[in-house]
């Protein structure tokens, strides 16, 4: 089958994105496809799966910020002569953030009828939005910390935010952006003279803040395939918490997988997982992230519809506990998106 995967994009996660693309393409590759990757900021170009295009490292810091421009018709134009030239069978996007995982480019694909892997438009425009997927979350009992949204009118306004916070959620609190990835622009305040930097540090990324309760915690990953929970995945870094530089240096955070969790505990956490998944449509695979508290309770953070797939990433990891090679895991998620199983979106 041919295979066109789409990496790299225009997203501070671009370099992961590019390390995803790689991996994929030789995991296809292993499988039997014929493959070819395509990053749409670098149109006319193609590549097959043995050359590399991420550069040797990740890097330790967040690349700086890239703000969501337009789209630029070059772009889309670049997109649609990959899909001409190379008339794939399917599409397996791997673009971490921004338009690759936003359901823009889900929603293009729709538009061309190509099939293509992983969730679509409607549940990656939800999952992108946090306060979105909150509200979805709540709905259907998935459990999440309080929160509040801080509108774009307030984003200047750390007084009426510092107080909000007081009111409602306490201090520690967390503020991130609505639709962030990889911990950029998210700052944990302890006090109220920590708000006014985190709004800025926000609003470089976009115009409006989630403020949710501190969660103490242990950081667990759930990937769900094909509707289905795999094994779970701890997340320990070494010092602080997981935030890039923790995420990308190697050898500051253990994983642990299957996470040392009591049955009870590991299953209940699957089955939010599940919902979770379930709730926001989504088809093929993706990732939900927890943080699990001392007593059992947990809240979800976040799904992430096209979760990081580099060797070392943790949705190949837990496909690794539970006996399935990434080549494997590669093939069920091509058979999702050929299955016909409708998306909600
Ligand atoms: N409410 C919270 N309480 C405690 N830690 C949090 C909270 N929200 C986020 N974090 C920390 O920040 C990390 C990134 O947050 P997350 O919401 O998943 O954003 P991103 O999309 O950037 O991954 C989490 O893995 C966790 O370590
Ligand atoms: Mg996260």
Avoid at 298 to 304: A, G, M, P, S, Y
């Amino acid at each position: 089958m041919k295979v066109l995967v789409l990496c790299g994009g225009e997203s501070a996660e671009r370099i992961v994105s590019l390390a995803s693309g790689d991996s994929v393409a030789l995991w296809l590759a292993e499988a039997g496809h014929d493959v070819w990757k395509y990053d749409p900021e670098a149109a006319g170009k193609y590549f097959r799966a043995d050359e590399t295009m991420a550069p040797e490292a990740i890097g330790t810091a967040a690349p700086a910020p890239v703000a969501h421009g337009e789209y630029s018709p070059q772009t889309v134009r670049g997109l649609m002569d990959a899909f001409d030239r190379i008339r794939p069978d399917v599409v397996f996007p791997i673009l971490h953030g921004g338009r690759g995982e936003d359901g823009t480019l889900q929603s293009l694909l729709d538009w061309v009828g190509l099939p293509y892997t992983g969730p679509g438009a409607l549940a990656c425009a939800l999952a992108m939005n946090k306060h979105h997927a909150r509200l979805v979350f709540e709905a259907e009992d998935v459990p999440i910390t309080k929160g509040f949204v801080v509108p774009y009118e307030k984003m200047m306004d750390a007084s009426f935010v510092r107080e909000k916070i007081q009111k409602t959620v306490g201090f520690p609190a967390v503020i991130k952006p609505l639709n962030g990835g990889s911990t950029v622009g998210l700052t944990k305040v302890f006090s109220a003279n920590e708000v006014a930097p985190a709004l800025t540090a926000v609003s470089v990324l976009g115009d409006q803040a989630l403020v949710e309760a501190h969660f103490e915690g242990r950081e667990i990953a759930a990937t769900v395939v094909a509707g289905a929970a795999y094994p779970l995945v701890e997340i320990k870094p070494k010092e602080g918490f997981y935030d890039y530089t923790n995420k990308y240096t190697s050898g500051r955070t253990d994983y642990i997988c299957p996470a040392e969790i009591s049955p009870d505990v590991t299953r209940r956490i699957q089955e939010s997982a599940v919902t979770a998944f379930r709730s926001l449509g989504c088809a093929g695979f993706s990732r939900v992230d927890f943080l699990l508290g001392m007593k059992g309770d947990f809240v979800c953070l976040e799904l992430n519809t096209l979760p990081g797939m580099t060797k070392n990433s943790l949705v190949p990891k837990a496909a690794r506990a539970r006996g399935e090679q990434p080549p494997e895991l590669m093939q069920k998620i091509i058979e999702c998106a050929l299955s016909g199983i409708q998306r909600a979106g």
